[in-house]
């Protein structure tokens, strides 16, 4: 059985940077992503990537934070800079299918890890 742990979780100011990990089997070509939950809100994509292939961002994170795999370490992390309060949430690593170009839509995973919060404060 798939299990995914996340980490790296933290309390920080509006433009501070934090580093989120994620212990994944990435031998095969599926899909991985993080995804978050703020309160009272979806769950949305904020970054998938699969194993050689191109990485997709939602708009409000594009040059901000940025997906990448350590195939070696079987670790999936999320760098995250110039962090906002609307980025405040519960941040969940995901695995999905197989695709060209990996969506950022929650319902194509279906192995989820329990999440790691992050707090962004004003």
């Known amino acids: 059985q798939v299990k995914l742990v996340e980490s790296g979780g933290d309390s920080v100011q509006a433009g501070g940077s934090l580093r989120l990990s994620c212990t994944v089997d990435?031998?095969?070509?599926?899909?991985t992503g993080w995804f978050r939950q703020g309160a009272g809100k979806e769950r949305e994509g904020v970054a998938t990537?699969?194993?050689?292939?191109?990485?997709a961002y939602s708009d409000s994170v594009r040059g901000r934070f940025n997906i990448s795999q350590d195939t070696a370490k079987n670790t999936l992390y999320l760098e995250m800079n110039n962090l906002k309060p609307e980025d405040t949430g519960l941040y969940y690593c995901?695995?999905?299918?197989?695709?060209?170009?990996?969506?950022?839509?929650?319902?194509?995973?279906?192995?989820w890890g329990r999440g790691t919060l992050v707090t962004v404060s004003s």
């Open positions: 995901a695995v999905g299918g197989m695709a060209t170009i990996c969506p950022l839509a929650a319902t194509a995973f279906g192995v």
């Open positions: 990537i699969r194993r050689g292939g191109s990485s």
């Open positions: 990435l031998r095969g070509n599926y899909c």
